[in-house]
């Protein structure tokens, strides 16, 4: 059974940092891309950081570049998203996913992120 599960996702205040954490299990890890994404409050989904299946290559939105880094450890099927300098308008539901080249796609329910100021 293919599972995604998020944690570390909290409330902070502006300035803060957090680690969200992915965990995966049921597929095999390695040959995966890694993303994470984040829906604000009566917004739409974006993509804040994804990570090749490699871990040698990285994007970041524009809007979280220099703040957030995005790192993987296949031995532990992990994926990480490291977020300082967090501001209010990172406030969402932060969710992991998984895409192969051959387009199947697997994703978690999410962790919520509050940033008060």
């Known amino acids: 059974q293919v599972q995604l599960v998020e944690s570390g996702g909290g409330s902070v205040q502006t300035g803060g940092s957090l680690r969200l954490t992915c965990a995966a299990s049921?597929?095999?890890?390695?040959?995966?891309?890694m993303s994470w994404y984040r829906q604000p409050p009566g917004k739409e989904r974006e993509l804040v950081a994804a990570i090749g299946s490699l871990g040698d290559t990285t994007d970041y939105a524009d809007s979280v570049k220099g703040r957030f880094t995005i790192t993987r450890n296949d031995d532990r099927n992990m994926v990480y998203l490291q977020m300082d300098s967090l501001k209010p308008e990172d406030t969402a539901v932060y969710s992991c996913?998984?895409?192969?080249?051959?387009?199947?796609?697997?994703w978690g329910r999410g962790t919520p992120v509050t940033v008060s100021s």
């Open positions: 049921g597929f095999t890890f390695s040959i995966y891309a």
């Open positions: 996913n998984a895409r192969h080249y051959s387009g199947l796609v697997y």
